[in-house]
């Protein structure tokens, strides 16, 4: 599966912690990140991570591009809902485009939990199915 890994900088400690605990989980499978969140989880992991430019660059667009192409199984993304963000068009931008394509997405850490444990589980093989229909 391919998950992307995205946190603002008031939730990257708590991103670090949730990568640190699945690790185990996390690198059965293609990570990719936003610049500086995948910086930090590949610095205290080691994870394998592929590297987009940092959100305010244009990280989470890049991201919003895999998952426009059926190219993104599942997104972690810890958003900071008390900053405001000089990209916020980028953020809305890639949430409505898991929204059109029905690509799992964790907003928080509690939702995030349930997310990595259905993917321990199998629930989201359905995505596999899909991505295979691509063309
Ligand atoms: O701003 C972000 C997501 O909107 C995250 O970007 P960084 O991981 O580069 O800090």
């Not at 898991?98 to 997310?115: H, K, Q, R, W």
Request: net charge negative.
């Amino acid at each position: 599966m391919k998950i992307a890994l995205i946190a603002h900088d008031e939730k990257k400690d708590d991103m670090v912690r949730f990568t640190e605990a699945y690790q185990y989980s996390l690198e059965k499978h293609e990570l990719f990140a936003t610049g500086t969140t995948g910086l930090r989880i590949t610095e205290s992991t080691g994870l394998e991570i592929h590297r987009f430019q940092s959100g305010p660059l244009g990280g989470d667009q890049q991201i919003g591009a895999m998952v426009a192409d059926n190219n993104m199984d599942m997104i972690i993304f810890f958003r900071d809902p008390l900053t405001a963000q000089p990209h916020e068009p980028d953020i809305s931008a890639l949430m409505r485009l898991c929204d059109v394509y029905s690509i799992p997405l964790a907003t928080n850490m509690g939702s995030a939990e349930i997310l990595i444990h259905a993917l321990e589980r199998g629930d989201l093989k359905w995505r596999e199915i899909i991505r295979d229909k691509k063309g």
